[in-house]
């Protein structure tokens, strides 16, 4: 099994990341809340690594010159690519496509929204992999939090209404068209809005505690929500 893990985020910095939580945190309280979620997730990707020596990792980030600041959140096995593109799909292509032409293997993307996730689905992608042309996980808000293929395919990023509950459907019909054969992995969730970080503080204390479990995220939830 081998696969190049991309994961995209963009830097967090207050006021730019998790802006829908602005709703009830202060932009401050959301970068922090980010920079948990990076540690918890290149944690999870780096212990994914040492149990696969096949795996790669990226970091698909943005803005340029935020580099230093991802520096302090992720470990040193990390890859660095540059977001590059009009839009969501266009970066998402670009950076799949830098993976696979310096790995030469699968890749595998997904964002820094899923501290939760759990690892085996990462796995299961990898493994998914070796048969199919994509796996893609569907969200419960009608996107997709993960999606992987063998070769880069820029005809399934052309969908023009990113952030829309349309656009698993249309991703999927547009895998259908060109007969690419498709694994789903389970149903997850991003913790973009307040109701989804209640559910996710709620989903903490029932995790198994082991060495994917996201423990910088449940520090700083435990702090955020003494002080309120």
Same mark, same amino acid.
């Given at each position: 099994?081998?696969?190049?893990?991309?994961?995209?985020?963009?830097? +967090?910095?207050?006021?730019?990341?998790?802006?829908?939580?602005?709703?009830?945190?202060?932009?401050?309280?959301?970068?922090?809340?980010?920079?948990?979620?990076?540690?918890? $997730?290149?944690?999870?990707?780096?212990?994914?690594?040492?149990?696969?020596?096949?795996?790669?990792?990226?970091?698909?980030?943005?803005?340029?010159?935020?580099?230093? $600041?991802?520096?302090?959140?992720?470990?040193?096995?990390?890859?660095? $690519?540059?977001?590059?593109?009009?839009?969501?799909?266009?970066?998402?292509?670009?950076?799949?496509?830098?993976?696979?032409?310096?790995?030469?293997? !699968?890749?595998?993307?997904?964002?820094?929204?899923? @501290?939760?996730?759990?690892?085996?689905?990462?796995?299961?992608? /990898?493994?998914?992999?070796?048969?199919?042309?994509?796996?893609?996980? !569907?969200? /419960?808000?009608?996107?997709?939090?993960?999606?992987?293929?063998?070769? !880069?395919? @820029?005809?399934? %990023?052309?969908?023009?209404?990113?952030?829309?509950?349309?656009?698993?459907?249309?991703?999927?019909?547009? /895998?259908?068209?060109?007969?690419?054969?498709?694994?789903?992995? +389970?149903?997850?969730?991003?913790?973009?809005?307040?109701?989804?970080?209640?559910? %996710?503080?709620?989903?903490?204390?029932? $995790?198994?505690?082991?060495?994917?479990?996201?423990?910088?995220?449940?520090?700083?939830?435990?702090?955020?929500?003494?002080?309120?």
């Amino acid at each position: 099994m081998k696969a190049a893990l991309v994961l995209m985020s963009r830097a +967090p910095i207050p006021g730019k990341t998790k802006t829908r939580l602005e709703s009830h945190l202060k932009p401050e309280e959301c970068a922090e809340l980010h920079k948990a979620f990076l540690k918890d $997730i290149s944690n999870k990707l780096e212990n994914i690594k040492k149990q696969y020596k096949t795996f790669d990792l990226f970091l698909s980030y943005t803005p340029e010159g935020s580099e230093n $600041i991802f520096a302090d959140l992720i470990g040193n096995n990390f890859n660095l $690519i540059i977001q590059d593109g009009e839009d969501l799909g266009a970066r998402m292509y670009h950076s799949i496509s830098v993976a696979y032409d310096k790995t030469n293997k !699968p890749v595998i993307i997904t964002g820094s929204d899923l @501290p939760s996730l759990p690892a085996e689905i990462i796995t299961e992608a /990898a493994a998914a992999l070796k048969e199919k042309d994509i796996v893609i996980g !569907p969200a /419960a808000d009608g996107g997709y939090y993960l999606i992987g293929m063998q070769i !880069p395919q @820029p005809f399934i %990023f052309t969908c023009n209404e990113w952030g829309s509950d349309s656009v698993l459907i249309k991703t999927l019909n547009l /895998a259908s068209e060109h007969n690419l054969k498709t694994h789903f992995l +389970p149903e997850w969730y991003d913790v973009d809005n307040f109701n989804e970080l209640l559910m %996710f503080r709620k989903e903490l204390l029932k $995790i198994k505690k082991d060495i994917f479990y996201p423990e910088y995220s449940r520090a700083y939830l435990d702090k955020l929500f003494t002080i309120r």
